[in-house]
Every structure is written in structure tokens, then in C-alpha cells.
């Protein structure tokens, strides 16, 4: 696996989309009331994330099918199946409407806090034309120009991220410090957020649809370096923005409820372009995952509602998530119940499509030499057993039983 053979692709897609406004939110939590303790978990999730997307990418290339295809293959039941693509439908299709809505306001927010305050003509036609945006890109532009647009824009917020970072100089030592495992008081729960918050169920369906679209089996070391070096990427714009916040925020006994609060605190301690590029980067990564999560759930119903050679499934199931999304947006609605409904199908999901996976990827009938080894496998369940968990987690947060 040559260095030199690197070129960005839909492994850059999978980062612009788990890099949005809740991952910028949850990163700032942690380094605000925690310092550097909690990048280790950071590293673990990116790990994790890589393995998980390197296993979707492999079933992809292989069979040449969307990882919704290949599950609902698997399931001999016409029952089983219905109910399957039910639980896709619902955590995917209702989920990424709840989500979209705050992809689309923390992009707002990032241009408010650019402005260094709110915008005089509000939030709606930001709103608005990212909507536009999105809907246009999804429907009438081409796979390859949507995935180039994606890296455009993921390389846009690695270097807003980046600057802040540079700007803000954290102590080295300090930071290292924080890849050492260790959980402070308080600590867990927010460590568990940022593990949940890299590992996205519908990244999985994304990258499987995506990959297709570039290469094929005899292409799939290019595949697995795109995915580990972009998702690797990914990972570490999200340290560095946990790393900021620690170095900037940690001990100072101020309030941070997101990253427009950590904006607004900058200015005074390290100047105006150290909030003018962690805002770019917010607006960047509200963007990106606002393109993202109508596209994976254009994918999917398209997998599910097979009609040939018709993107109508595709560009129906992408734009209720964008139209859904920009109706709560605007309307100021904070869409909980929406949410509460995503938290728990993506907490039944997570450790449904981790097993599937891993059952796909030991599938010598379909993988052939591709299928799992043994290394593979111990990993495969080690991740299995860290989604379920995350999963029972997610389900109890969102009942109320685990705050």
C-alpha cells in the first residue's frame, strides 16, 4: 500500500460527513470541561471508524452491491426483509431529517460567528440557500462532482481547524498526554459521545454506495488507503478542535454550552482570525454534513426501491431529508421528539449493521479470498461488542434512563 498511490475519495465524504456541528459541539464539551484527558477516545473512534468503513468498502467491491443490497440479500424471510428495510427507513430516512435541521442552523451559526455576531438579515436565507444548495448538487449534479465538491469543502474546514489550532499554540506535553487512556471524573459520558459521534451508522451505507461508483475489486488497495488516510484525516480534525478548546477554555471557568460560545471567546485572547476560522470551519462542517446526510439516504432508499436505470428513489429520499430538515430549521424548532425517535433506531441500528457487517465480511460464498481472517475477525468482534454497547446507551439516553 503505496503513500504515493493516495488520491482523495469517498473516504473524504465518510469524514465530511461525521464531521458536523454535533461532532464540533461534542469536541468542544470535551476539551472545555476536560482538557486533553479525552483525545485518546478520539483515536480509538477513528480507529474503529476506519476498520468498520474498510469492511463496507470490501463487501462493496466485491459483490457490487450497496450494503443495504447485500444485508437484505442475506435475509431468506419476505418478513424479515420488510421489517429490515423498515428499520433502515426509519433511522436513516427520520434520523438525517432530525439531523439535517441542525446541519443547516450550525452552518448559520458559523457565519455568525464569523460576524461576530448575529447576521443582520438572520439565519433564514442561509438556511434557504443551503437547501438550494443541496437539493441542486443531489439532483441534477453528477456522483463524481458531489464527491470532488465534498473534498473541496472537507479541505476547507481540515485548514480552518488547523489555523485556529496553530493559532491557539496548546502545551505539546499536555497534549500528548491526552492519548493515554484515562477518564476523568464526570469524564465517561462525554467520552462515549465522541465515540458515538465518529461512528455513524449511515457513513457505512455512503461509503459502500460510493466506492462502487470509482473502483472494483482489482482497485481495492486504492480503496482501503482513500479509507484510512481520509477517515484518518477526519480524525484529526477533530482532535485538533478538542485540543483548542482545551487549550483555550480548560480551567477558565467559563460557561461553553458550543463552539459559537468558544468563538466568541477567542477574540479577546488570540485576535479576530483565530474566530474567523474556527466560524469558517463551523460553517464548513454544517455544510459538508448537510450534503451528506441526504445523500446517504438517497442511496439507500434507492438500494431498497430498486427501479431501473431511475434515480427517483434516489432524489425522492434525498430531498424529504433536506425539505423535512429546512422546515424545522426555520421554523426555530429544536426537533427533540424527532431525535428522540433517530437516538433510538440509530442505537438499534449501530450494533444490527456492525453484525451484518461482520457476517457479510466471513461470507466465503460471496467474498471469496476477500473474506475475513482471523486478525479481522478479533477486531470485528472487539467493534461489535463496543457498537452494542453504544447502542443499549444511545436507546437509554433517549428513554431518559441514562443522562
Keep these: 500500500m503505496k503513500l504515493s498511490r493516495y488520491r482523495p475519495g469517498p473516504g473524504m465524504m465518510v469524514s465530511a460527513a461525521f464531521i458536523g456541528p454535533g461532532t464540533v459541539t461534542a469536541c468542544t464539551l470535551a476539551g472545555a470541561n476536560f482538557g486533553f484527558a479525552l483525545l485518546w477516545a478520539l483515536v480509538f473512534a477513528t480507529i474503529t471508524t476506519i476498520i468498520l468503513q474498510s469492511f463496507a468498502v470490501r463487501i462493496a467491491l466485491v459483490t457490487q452491491l450497496g450494503l443495504a443490497e447485500a444485508m437484505l440479500k442475506t435475509i431468506a424471510s419476505p418478513i424479515g426483509r420488510i421489517l429490515a428495510s423498515l428499520l433502515l427507513i426509519s433511522a436513516l430516512v427520520l434520523g438525517n431529517a432530525a439531523y439535517e435541521a441542525g446541519n443547516m442552523s450550525g452552518a448559520a451559526l458559523g457565519l455568525e460567528a464569523i460576524n461576530g455576531g448575529p447576521l443582520a438579515f438572520g439565519i433564514a436565507p442561509v438556511i434557504i440557500s443551503i437547501a438550494l444548495f443541496a437539493s441542486l448538487m443531489l439532483v441534477f449534479t453528477k456522483p463524481k462532482w458531489i464527491e470532488n465538491i465534498l473534498i473541496a469543502l472537507v479541505m476547507l474546514m481540515s485548514l480552518a481547524f488547523l489555523l485556529t489550532f496553530l493559532l491557539i499554540r496548546p502545551d505539546l506535553g499536555a497534549l500528548l498526554r491526552g492519548f493515554i487512556p484515562s477518564v476523568p471524573d464526570g469524564g465517561l459520558m462525554t467520552a462515549i459521545a465522541l465515540i458515538g459521534t465518529t461512528i455513524v451508522p449511515y457513513n457505512l451505507f455512503l461509503h459502500a454506495a460510493s466506492v462502487r461508483e470509482r473502483w472494483d475489486a482489482k482497485q481495492l488497495p486504492d480503496a482501503q488507503l482513500d479509507t484510512t488516510l481520509s477517515i484518518g484525516i477526519g480524525g484529526l480534525v477533530s482532535m485538533t478542535i478538542l485540543a483548542t478548546a482545551a487549550a483555550s477554555l480548560f480551567g477558565s471557568g467559563k460557561t461553553i454550552e458550543n463552539a459559537v460560545d468558544m468563538a466568541q471567546q477567542l477574540t479577546p485572547l488570540f485576535g479576530s482570525m483565530a474566530t474567523f476560522t474556527l466560524g469558517a470551519g463551523l460553517f464548513a462542517a454544517g455544510l459538508t454534513s448537510a450534503i451528506t446526510a441526504p445523500l446517504a439516504t438517497g442511496y439507500i432508499v434507492q438500494e431498497i426501491f430498486k427501479s431501473s436505470g431511475s434515480r427517483r ?18 421554523s426555530g424548532y429544536r426537533p427533540v421528539e424527532l431525535i428522540f425517535v433517530a437516538q433510538i433506531a440509530n442505537g438499534l441500528l449501530l450494533p444490527i449493521v456492525a453484525l451484518f457487517l ?34 443499549f446507551r444511545l436507546i437509554a439516553r433517549a428513554l431518559g434512563f441514562w443522562p
Excluded at 434516489?314 to 430549521?329: K, M, R
Excluded at 466465503?364 to 479481522?376: D, E, I, M, S
Excluded at 470485528?380 to 463496543?386: D, F, K, P, Q, Y
Design 358 to 391: 461482520l457476517k457479510l465480511a466471513n461470507d466465503r460464498n460471496l467474498l471469496g479470498q476477500y473474506a475475513n481472517g482471523l486478525k479481522a475477525n478479533i477486531l470485528g468482534v472487539a467493534i461489535l461488542l463496543v457498537t452494542t454497547g453504544l447502542g
Design 313 to 330: 428513489p434516489f432524489q425522492i429520499g434525498a430531498l424529504i431529508v433536506i425539505i423535512s430538515g429546512t422546515v424545522a430549521a426555520l
